[in-house]
Nanobody
Framework: QVRIVESGGGSVQTGGSLRLSCIAS????????VRWYRQAPEKAREEVALIGERGGTYYGDSGKGRFVISRDNAKNAVYLQTDSVQPEDAAVYYC?????????WGRGIQVSVSS
């Protein structure tokens, strides 16, 4: 059974660091495209970043310039980090593994930002 689990969320101070982890289990996900999304209250879900099988990356407007996505295929893990958290980063963050018709989502993890 495939499981996608996000971790590393919680309350972070403005200007602080944040590192989210996403671990997939129940298969080999090294060839999957992985995306991080986020959704703030009363806002649409937005794509933060994606990373391809070989490490190629793309950043959405919300992730450009401050977030870094990386992956460790040996661990079926993908990470999202920033060293400059801003109030607008408060949201539920979701991890998505996709390959062809296969599409797996985590339950999401809350990130709160305090001043």
């Amino acid at each position: 059974q495939v499981r996608i689990v996000e971790s590393g969320g919680g309350s972070v101070q403005t200007g602080g660091s944040l590192r989210l982890s996403c671990i997939a289990s129940g298969g080999n996900f090294s060839s999957f495209l992985v995306r991080w999304y986020r959704q703030a209250p009363e806002k649409a879900r937005e794509e933060v970043a994606l990373i391809g099988e070989r490490g190629g990356t793309y950043y959405g407007d919300s992730g450009k310039g401050r977030f870094v996505i990386s992956r460790d295929n040996a661990k079926n893990a993908v990470y999202l980090q920033t060293d400059s958290v801003q109030p607008e980063d408060a949201a539920v963050y979701y991890c998505n593994f996709a390959s062809g018709p296969l599409d797996y989502w985590g339950r999401g993890i809350q990130v709160s930002v305090s001043s």
